[in-house]
């Protein structure tokens, strides 16, 4: 009896203490691992994203620029349009006038007025080819009325023109406005990644990238592409190349032309300018509009453009090397002109 006893208060702590672990057990049960931490990416990994990003900014600021220059452009339009508008109103007026003071003279006198001929001076042969004065007078009201139309015609198309040209305006401000905020949001992509290096990392990250630019330089070079390139030029492209040159150390701001500041397109647009012809502004432009050169004809003054969207630009200054406004963050420095992807190369002419 008394071993059922001790038997029976066994298995009722065995219970109990089951049921005490039993929460505990579940709980355990149900927390799952924390996932392992991503791992650190490698100093040449967040040089290529950063790469990557300056590049994304760079084709922005090309949108940026052209969507500003059209918005010049519709600007000047619309104040051309404005005046032709004012001054065919003036002229409406005046015909009004003019056709008021015929018909005024017609009534009075039952005929075209001796002061006609004063009054309707357009046409004097109308004249001498009409039979009678008021067979005359008739036909130069009538040529006064459609002229009276046609300008007002002209008008109207000044009105739809006015209209064509505010739409577009604000097509190209809105592209504008999205362009500025691609450029603002990746390049400060770019630095957060920068800001998040130490500082020893940071040095290392701009070797890295001159080690890059190096290596591709070097296998350029070993094409053997400056093989019976020729350092003579045009002293249009000479004017330039001094320009350029004496920008060197200035800052990169993208949408910047000078004088303290430059992007890529606008040192180049300025140096040109310098040298006294005008190109467009943007480098997918530039590279769009101005005349191609075979790189084996390559010579100093010329304009090589990168990438396959044409995103950057630089002068050729000759001995393999380019004056350029390489990105945020970097000033107007000399580099390898075949440090980068090259696309092409034209001359302003």
Request: hydrophobic residues 40%; glycine residues 8%.
């Amino acid at each position: 009896m008394n071993r059922r006893r001790h038997a029976t208060a066994a298995i009722t702590v065995i219970c109990a203490l089951t049921v005490l672990a039993s929460p505990a057990l579940t709980l355990q049960a149900s927390a799952s691992p924390l996932p392992p931490p991503p791992p650190k990416k490698s100093l040449e990994e967040v040089r290529k994203e950063i790469e990557v990003l300056y590049r994304q900014a760079a084709a922005a600021t090309d949108a940026y620029n052209l969507a500003e220059e059209k918005t010049k452009e519709q600007s000047a339009e619309i104040v051309q349009v404005a005046q032709l508008i004012v001054a065919g109103r003036t002229k409406i007026e005046a015909l009004k006038a003019r056709a008021g003071a015929a018909a005024r003279a017609q009534y009075r006198n039952g005929g075209l007025p001796d002061g006609a001929q004063l009054v309707l001076t357009d046409d004097p042969q109308l004249f001498l080819d009409t039979a009678g004065r008021l067979k005359a007078g008739a036909k130069a009201t009538t040529d006064l009325l459609g002229e009276m139309n046609r300008t007002q015609a002209q008008l109207d198309v000044y009105a739809k023109d006015a209209g064509e040209n505010w739409t577009k305006l604000e097509a190209n401000r809105v592209r504008q406005a999205k362009a500025k905020q691609e450029i603002t949001d990746k390049i400060a992509a770019a630095k957060k990644l920068e800001s998040e290096l130490a500082a020893e990392e940071r040095e290392r990250l701009r070797r890295l990238e001159e080690q890059a630019q190096y290596r591709a330089q070097t296998t350029w070079l070993g094409t053997g592409v400056l093989a019976g390139l020729k350092a003579d030029t045009t002293p249009e492209a000479k004017r330039a190349i001094a320009f350029a040159t004496a920008q060197i150390g200035k800052p990169y701001e993208w949408g910047a032309e000078g004088p303290s500041t430059f992007d890529c397109s606008g040192l180049t647009q300025s140096a040109w300018n310098a040298g006294g012809l005008a190109i467009p502004r943007t480098s997918q432009e530039q590279w769009r509009l101005l005349p191609r050169v075979d790189i084996k004809d390559m010579r100093p003054g010329d304009l090589i453009v990168y990438f396959k969207d044409a995103s950057h630009i630089g002068m050729y200054v000759g001995n393999g090397a380019i004056v350029h406004a390489p990105r945020p963050g970097r000033n107007v420095t000399l580099a390898g002109a075949g440090s980068m992807e090259i696309l092409g190369v034209v001359r302003p002419v």
